[in-house]
T-cell receptor, first 109, second 116 residues
Framework: GQNIDQPTEMTATEGAIVQINCTYQ??????LFWYQQHAGEAPTFLSY??LDGLEEKGRFSSFLSRSKGYSYLLLKELQMKDSASYLC??????????WGAGTKLIIKP | GAVVSQHPSRVICKSGTSVKIECRSL??????MFWYRQFPKQSLMLMAT?????????EQGVEKDKFLINHASLTLSTLTVTSAHPEDSSFYIC????????????FGQGTRLTVV
């Protein structure tokens, strides 16, 4: 079956760095997405990785290793507004998105 | 950037009535749109894939006759919840991929449906 695993909850301190991991097992691979979702709102696109390596976008970076079925989202200089759920999703061979359950990130002052 | 507009954002309806939710891609053509449902504190669950000009593809366990999907144009897909019941109360979200390479998905704002 298809499976996406990510931690349920993480806590970090304002100004610090946090890494959210995601491992996956899917039928085919056409890219991995990271989304941010605040409570009661629709997800917002953060990043897309299809090749191995690190993609950097400002305070957010995303890494992919296809051979290991592994990705992480790195958030630097954490701000209180970064408190949200972070969803990892993989596009399978049918171009369907397989979603992880999300990681709730709590930022403390 | 590309925008997907979903309407309404909130709706309250009585049991037994039907509710239509619209999803529009405002500045791009979307041959494929996706409808998701999200229960509190849970991840998104794909309900169906909506293809312009053809029948939607429903995920296992999703009732086709209850959740009617119509994708009549390249910029509009609608989800109609028929004969709504309180257990249908949920957050419904649509999304569409921009471009042929499907590298970026855009989401509507979501619709919070409450059936009383």
């Amino acid at each position: 079956g298809q499976n996406i695993d990510q931690p349920t909850e993480m806590t970090a301190t304002e100004g610090a760095i946090v890494q959210i991991n995601c491992t996956y097992q899917t039928s085919g691979f056409n890219g991995l997405f990271w989304y941010q979702q605040h409570a009661g709102e629709a997800p917002t696109f953060l990043s897309y990785n299809v090749l191995d390596g690190l993609e950097e976008k400002g305070r957010f970076s995303s890494f992919l290793s296809r051979s290991k079925g592994y990705s992480y989202l790195l958030l630097k200089e954490l701000q209180m507004k970064d408190s949200a759920s972070y969803l990892c999703a993989v596009m399978d061979s049918n171009y369907q998105l397989i979603w992880g359950a999300g990681t709730k990130l709590i930022i403390k002052p | 950037g590309a925008v997907v507009s979903q309407h309404p954002s909130r709706v309250i309806c009585k049991s037994g009535t039907s509710v239509k939710i619209e999803c529009r891609s405002l500045d791009f053509q979307a041959t494929t749109m996706f409808w998701y449902r999200q229960f509190p504190k849970q991840s998104l669950m794909l309900m169906a894939t909506s293809n312009e000009g053809s029948k939607a593809t429903y995920e296992q366990g999703v009732e086709k006759d209850k959740f009617l999907i119509n994708h009549a144009s390249l910029t509009l897909s609608t989800l109609t919840v028929t004969s709504a019941h309180p257990e249908d109360s949920s957050f419904y979200i649509c999304s569409a991929f921009k471009g042929s390479e499907n590298t970026e998905a855009f989401f509507g704002q979501g619709t919070r449906l409450t059936v009383v």
